[in-house]
């Protein structure tokens, strides 16, 4: 019940704690602790978490029953517990420690309880005296009384300090005073305790200084925002007063003109009673309608300085609204002023344009009476026939005839004198009419007679463009025939066509592509006589339409060049995909040439090897004693490729016979060296191999083939039956050294790839005289140009890249050029 009532922060008892002792039955705990003096003290909680209770615990101590410095019934102090009477020592009730709720423990270690001698059960005095226990317990006791009063005096003083951490600066002072006081009475009382409790009182004084300090240097700071906010907001309200004012003074102006614009409206009311008086109603009208002009000014101006956004003059959120607050009466009279001037407005111009309306009748019928009294010749308010003549010439300019004026005069006349001044209007609208009747017959007839002058003109033009349209027509079939050749000659149609295919083709459709162009000139030519025979030509007897005749001639001559271009266009694209495919001949025709030419090559050596026939005698063999012409060197070509399981068909023929035309020229027949030539084979390297001495693979190394390096193949390849690789005799361009190289593997690996001798312009580039990349320039090589490789690849020394020499076939130039740059962009592909 004591831990219920008393418990604090810290209270819990852990499980693991033995129970509170229990006091004898029958023994009750007296008033207060033996050798106590005066009456008991209330109880009071002191030390870490503690709380003050009957029988209270706390982690670091409680007070007891009779004693706020500690020890009570069961009460416990920091670090102690007092017994029965508040022994120090601990005894059947109570026990020292540390930690422990109900005074357990100490020094983390638990103790055993002393017993201590209940009051009605004492030992007689002499045994007391005698007994060193009861000596030792009453020394101990001593202590404890001593230093519970310190622990009270030390928190007198204490609770003086924590009144000090919360203190505001106006009583800091007194709360000081106090604390000096508190000190000065309690240092004796605390003892050993006394410098300890002091230290606290002073560093708790120098750190409340220091925030009354900070909070006093906080207040003032605001008192400064304070002022200097009173300023601002003083300054801003001069602002808004003055603004307010300006705009008051423009409401009050446009008050004091509406004031006026409505006098001016009552002044018109007054004059609208007489509905006769013209004059004064217009001039009061006028003038309401100008002060309702400038009434409208001034509702303007005052619109303007309401809307006008006013953050510029460095008013603040607050000051704007604020100023939009005293704005807002004069908002509401702004839009009562713009209600009152449109109606001001509406009034004035109903009256002013009515008014007008009427003036302007009465003056439009005062000339209408001065132009009849001036065809009245006889005065006598009658216009006769003769009259109305005169009238209809000076008025209308023309002479009506006479059937006209009797029909006004039977229609209109009054007893046969004539058209009195009441019928004169619809005489003037009648003859008004018959004059417009006359004038449209006239335009009409004038308009057809033109219209037919215009055409017969346009027909003439027309006609000179007949021979022109008739040769731009052929033209149109030229280039349609042309593109129906080059619709075979599109890259999916041409991808599957062989290279005589693809020039047959392309040769047809540059036929027609130079049919198409001749036509084209043709027309071109005709319409230019036909455009200088016509810059002379005008419509006849249409002078009025000169300029329609003009355009005509002009849209005649756009719509023929329209024409012409769009044909010329076709035409132009005819030619290009001609002159691409004929490029894409030459190119595959050179594909299919070295191809064949380095399965030639193979075949013949392998025919060669079985008919032990040496590379000096193979032209003599090949020729059988006489020339070696064109059909000789096919039918070997195919007895050698077909030996060599190769099909030869008619396009390998044409291919064979090609390459024969492609070394001899003119000649009819191929010598020993342009034969050579042609079965001369340049290898680069791809993969490393060895340069031996003899054939045989095993023979005498000579150094090794390094990836890239080229060689020039001086025989022909001979395929080794037993080991099945097929070896070259070739001379480095590097060192001229010579010796066997192995071309192909007895697996397919290539050591040797030959090179390709035809090569296309990927990119354009230039042409140099030498080898060096800074050497003259011979011309520049624009993209697609074919080449035909002169040298094969040399390192440039001073940019080391790779160049050849070559020969362009458009134009023969010939030069050195690069391969790549040295990013490794490709100028040359092969074709």
Not at 43 to 72: E, F, L
Not at 393 to 416: Q, Y
Not at 724 to 750: I, P, S, Y
Request: include cysteine.
């Amino acid at each position: 019940k004591g831990d219920q009532k008393g418990a604090g922060k810290g209270a819990a008892t852990p499980p693991s704690q033995p129970p509170r002792p229990i006091a004898p039955r029958g023994v009750a705990p007296p008033n207060k602790p033996p050798g106590a003096d005066g009456p008991p003290v209330p109880s009071s909680a002191a030390g870490k978490g503690g709380a003050a209770g009957k029988g209270s615990t706390a982690k670091g101590g409680g007070a007891g029953s009779w004693d706020s410095s500690g020890g009570g019934k069961w009460g416990s102090s920091a670090g102690s517990s007092g017994g029965q009477w508040g022994s120090s020592g601990g005894n059947k009730w109570g026990n020292e420690g540390d930690k422990s709720s109900w005074g357990w423990g100490g020094n983390k270690q638990q103790q055993q309880p002393v017993k201590v001698t209940p009051p009605g059960s004492q030992q007689p005095k002499w045994k007391q005296e005698t007994d060193p226990r009861q000596v030792e317990a009453q020394r101990k006791k001593q202590e404890e009384d001593t230093r519970r009063s310190e622990n009270a005096a030390a928190i007198v003083v204490r609770k003086v300090i924590q009144r000090m951490r919360v203190v505001q600066p106006e009583k800091f002072d007194d709360l000081r005073t106090e604390l000096e006081k508190t000190l000065h009475e309690q240092l004796e009382k605390m003892g050993s305790m006394a410098e300890k409790v002091q230290k606290e009182a002073e560093k708790e004084l120098l750190e409340a200084q220091s925030r009354i300090d900070a909070l006093n240097e906080k207040r003032a700071e605001q008192e400064r925002v304070k002022l200097e906010e009173e300023a601002k907001r003083k300054v801003e309200d001069e602002k808004i007063a003055k603004l307010k004012k300006d705009v008051d003074t423009l409401s009050l102006d446009a008050g004091e003109k509406l004031d006026y614009a409505t006098a001016a409206r009552t002044r018109l009311e007054e004059a609208l009673k007489d509905e006769d008086n013209h004059a004064q109603i217009l001039k009061t009208s006028t003038a309401l309608a100008e002060l309702v002009e400038v009434l409208d000014k001034a509702c303007a101006a005052l619109a303007t300085a309401l809307a006008t956004n006013y953050a510029d003059e460095g008013l603040s959120p607050e000051g704007l609204k604020r100023l939009k607050q005293e704005l807002r009466p004069l908002q509401a009279k702004h839009s009562e002023y713009k209600g009152t001037l449109a109606k001001l407005a509406k009034a004035a111009d109903e009256v002013k344009g009515r008014e007008s309306r009427r003036a302007a009748a009465i003056e439009q019928e005062e000339k209408q009476k001065a132009r009849f009294d001036k065809y009245d010749k006889s005065k006598n308010g009658h216009l006769t026939k003769a009259d109305l003549t005169r009238f209809a010439k000076e008025e209308f300019g023309f002479t009506p005839e006479a059937t006209l004026i009797d029909r006004v005069i039977n229609k209109l006349s009054d007893g046969k004198k004539g058209v009195t001044y009441e019928r004169f209007r619809r005489a003037r609208q009648i003859i008004a009419i018959e004059r417009s009747v006359i004038k449209e017959r006239e335009r009409v007839a004038e308009k057809a007679r033109v219209q037919a002058a215009f055409e017969a003109a346009k027909e003439k033009l027309n006609a000179l463009f007949t021979e022109a349209d008739a040769a731009l027509a052929e033209a149109g079939t030229a280039a349609t025939a042309a593109e129906e050749g080059t619709r075979p000659l599109l890259h999916k149609t041409a991808a599957k066509l062989s290279a005589a295919e693809l020039r047959e083709h392309a040769t047809k459709a540059s036929d027609e592509v130079d049919k198409s162009n001749a036509a084209l000139e043709n027309a071109k030519s005709l319409a230019s006589t036909a455009e200088k025979a016509m810059e002379d030509m005008k419509a006849a007897d249409a002078e009025s339409m000169e300029e329609e005749f003009a355009k005509f001639k002009k849209q005649l001559s756009e719509d023929f060049a329209g024409r012409m271009k769009k044909l010329k266009a076709r035409v132009d694209r005819c030619s290009a995909t001609a002159k691409s495919s004929l490029a894409k001949v030459m190119r595959k025709e050179f594909a299919e040439t070295e191809t064949l030419r380095y399965k030639l090559v193979q075949a013949l050596g392998s025919w060669a090897m079985e008919n032990s026939i040496g590379a000096d005698e193979l032209h003599a063999k090949l020729a059988d004693g006489g020339k070696l012409t064109s059909e000789k060197f096919v039918a070997v070509a195919k007895e050698a490729l077909e030996a060599a399981g190769e099909t030869f068909g008619d396009e390998a023929s044409a291919v064979c016979a090609q390459l024969f035309k492609r070394a001899t020229g003119d000649e009819d027949s191929m010598s020993s060296e342009q034969l050579d030539e042609v079965l001369a084979m340049t290898y680069t390297a791809v993969k490393t191999t060895m340069f031996t001495e003899g054939e045989k693979v095993d023979s005498k190394a000579r150094r090794r083939l390094e990836d890239g390096e080229t060689v020039r193949g001086i025989g022909l390849p001979r395929k080794c039956k037993d080991t099945g690789l097929t070896r070259v005799m070739c001379r480095a361009l590097k060192d001229d050294l010579e010796g066997w190289v192995t071309v192909e593997g007895n697996k397919g690996t290539l050591f040797l790839d030959p090179c390709k001798r035809y090569l296309v312009s990927l990119k354009e580039t230039v042409i140099t005289k030498d080898l060096a990349v800074s050497s003259e320039t011979v011309r520049k090589l624009a993209k697609d140009e074919l080449l035909e490789v002169l040298e094969f690849p040399t390192k440039e020394p001073t940019c080391s890249v790779m160049r050849i020499k070559a020969k362009v076939f458009s134009d023969n130039a010939e030069g050195w050029i690069s391969v790549a740059n040295s990013n490794g962009q490709n100028f040359l592909g092969p074709c």
